[in-house]
């Protein structure tokens, strides 16, 4: 059983950053892939990035690339999703979510099995 917790989230202008941390415990971390996904207001939850356990491989949904970093400590368990440039489009609840033990990078919402609760971010114009 995996449990995940996010922080970092909040209000902030467009252009400014914020990095959201998601903290795992529970058993083999540092052989999950983690991602980050969000659900905006209306709208289907969607990918944002993803890691692999070493965290030398990354993969991000083209809206954030060039914006967001997506990194991790596996002696920390811990993910982070670093934003910046963030537009009022960037606006949802953010998750982190982990996939199980020793699984392939995956973008596909149904192939996480572990879930945090979510974060909001709220980026005003």
């Known amino acids: 059983q995996v449990q995940l917790v996010e922080s970092g989230g909040g209000l902030v202008q467009a252009g400014g950053s914020l990095r959201l941390s998601c903290a795992a415990s529970?058993?083999?971390?540092?052989?999950?892939?983690m991602g980050w996904f969000r659900q905006a207001p209306g709208k289907e939850r969607e990918f944002v990035a993803y890691i692999n356990w070493a965290g030398g491989l990354t993969s991000y949904t083209d809206s954030v690339k060039g914006r967001f970093t997506i990194s991790r400590d596996n002696l920390k368990n811990t993910v982070y999703l670093q934003m910046n440039s963030l537009k009022p489009e960037d606006t949802a609840v953010y998750y982190c979510?982990?996939?199980?033990?020793?699984?392939?990078?995956?973008?596909?919402?149904?192939?996480?099995?572990?879930w945090g609760q979510g974060t909001q971010v709220t980026v005003s114009s």
């Open positions: 529970g058993r083999s971390f540092g052989r999950r892939v």
């Open positions: 979510a982990a996939r199980g033990d020793l699984l392939s990078n995956s973008k596909r919402e149904a192939d996480y099995d572990y």
